[in-house]
């Protein structure tokens, strides 16, 4: 098994920043691959943002590109996200993900078998 625990999130402005972090611990050579998602009220979980162990790539949901960017620390098995320029449609509920294959899609929340707790992200106008 995985476990997968958040940090970072809080109140921030509009236009302001914000890092979110990931930590894994348990069986961490499963994962090869590790992503974000966010689910705002009443709205589907939608894909951020996504680091691949093959190949170091990172992918992007449309609504986030050029804003947010996802990096990973493989000696302390966490994985990041940091955003700019927040804005308060970004308001949401941030979960970490990983999964054991990197295969298929990257975007889909029903493919990825670890999730984490979530950590609230409110951005305020």
């Known amino acids: 098994q995985v476990q997968l625990v958040e940090s970072g999130g809080g109140l921030v402005q509009a236009g302001g920043s914000l890092r979110l972090s990931c930590a894994a611990s348990g069986r961490t050579f499963n994962i090869r691959v590790m992503a974000w998602f966010r689910q705002a009220p009443g709205k589907e979980r939608e894909f951020v943002g996504c680091s691949t162990w093959s190949g170091g790539r990172e992918h992007y949901g449309d609504s986030v590109k050029g804003r947010f960017t996802v990096s990973r620390d493989d000696a302390k098995n966490t994985v990041y996200l940091q955003m700019v320029s927040l804005k308060p449609e970004d308001t949401a509920v941030y979960y970490c993900?990983?999964?054991?294959?990197?295969?298929?899609?990257?975007?889909?929340?029903?493919?990825?078998?670890?999730w984490g707790q979530g950590t609230q992200v409110t951005v305020s106008s």
């Open positions: 993900a990983a999964k054991r294959y990197d295969t298929g899609s990257y975007y889909r929340y029903s493919v990825y078998d670890y």
